[in-house]
């Protein structure tokens, strides 16, 4: 059996995000972990960020215990160095400076660094980027405020993403702190496409325990839409008003094993002039709430665990079959009849 990234179809031709900006320094070499997949991350002298397999080609050692000199990695264990193409550029054993000997490169990967996340390619040289990676609006302006978090599930990251948009788990996972249940009939429309499931709320008022005065105090008509992008992008949007007021919560989630999600969560806010001093209470807030759904989804993790996986569905559930659709079509290497576009339209009851 190979790793995830051998065994994941096209799901692995994508960018994925391996740190944020502030954790790749010039100091040191940081490691990575992506789709079952050691990566080390350097940042070179002109400030760009170079990633590479973190494995040393000469004994395998990892490259992310060695150290960054000039634009190049150095490995512990014999002074191996490559570049940010992979090359070995120098063999200290070789010579009283050392010299570089082809045919000895690692593999390295294509990186964007935007927004404060370093995006890491991983489809491989046969399958070069095709696209950009999933966008991160930082809504710095107009009001707005926001900030990152980095959270490490113990579930798998097709679990993860469907929390992330399931609403209905609300009431029950978080009462008191999010959304209490209220007995609200709320229609919904779920589209899918090639590539993504959009969920509209079509209620202008929900619950939200204590922050209804908080983030609703004129009682605002309300949009409130969900949104699913492949391969693991998740984005939550409660808006009131105009933009008067809102948060906008964009996840991405990171396959580090089949069982561990390494999920990065972009937190919007914007809430009239109390915005800057919420802006602090909310980062506690959240995670908060992230807590409460990793210990919920790390028990359902122990459960899968025991195999046998059938699960059982209603109309409430058609978001959950849409994304999973997708997925699995991917993960098959997009062999057979696609998922094809749909919109179904679907109640809940909050």
Not at 34 to 56: H, K, S
Not at 104 to 111: D, K, L, T
């Amino acid at each position: 059996m190979g790793c995830m990234r051998e065994q994941c179809g096209t799901l692995k031709n994508h960018w994925y995000v391996a740190a944020q900006s502030g954790q790749v320094q010039r100091k040191a070499p940081l490691p990575s972990v992506i789709l079952e997949t050691r990566l080390v991350l350097f940042r070179q002298q002109d400030g760009q960020v170079a990633a590479l397999r973190d494995r040393c080609s000469h004994r395998h050692m990892p490259l992310s215990f060695g150290k960054v000199e000039g634009d190049a990695v150095r490995c512990m264990y014999h002074g191996w160095s490559y570049d940010r193409t992979g090359e070995c550029v120098n063999v200290p054993s070789e010579g009283p400076c050392g010299k570089a000997f082809a045919g000895r490169a690692v593999e390295s990967f294509p990186v964007i660094e935007t927004k404060g996340l370093i995006w890491v390619w991983m489809g491989g040289p046969a399958n070069p980027p095709d696209k950009q990676p999933f966008e991160m609006p930082s809504m710095a302006d107009d009001g707005w405020r926001g900030f990152y978090m980095e959270n490490m599930f113990e579930a798998n990251v097709t679990n993860c993403v469907e929390n992330f948009i399931d609403v209905p788990h609300t009431v029950w996972v978080h009462p008191g702190w999010f959304r209490d249940r209220k007995g609200i009939k709320v229609p919904v429309s779920v589209e899918r496409t090639d590539h993504s499931v959009a969920l509209t709320y079509h209620t202008q008022e929900d619950s939200f325990g204590w922050g209804n005065w908080l983030f609703n105090p004129k009682k605002l008509p309300m949009v409130h839409t969900d949104r699913f992008v492949m391969p693991n992008n998740t984005r939550v949007d409660y808006i009131w008003g105009e933009q008067e007021r809102g948060f906008v919560i964009i996840s991405t989630s990171v396959p580090v094993t089949p069982e561990l999600t390494r999920v990065y969560t972009l937190v919007n806010l914007k809430c009239g002039v109390l915005t800057p001093l919420l802006t602090w209470a909310m980062r506690w807030y959240a995670q908060k709430i992230i807590a409460q759904d990793y210990n919920m989804m790390a028990k359902q993790s122990r459960s899968l665990a025991d195999g046998d996986i059938h699960f059982r569905h209603t109309p409430a559930d058609t978001p959950h079959l849409f994304v999973e659709s997708l997925r699995h079509w991917a993960e098959q290497g997009e062999v057979g009849k696609a998922p094809t576009p749909a919109v179904k339209e679907i109640e809940i009851w909050l």
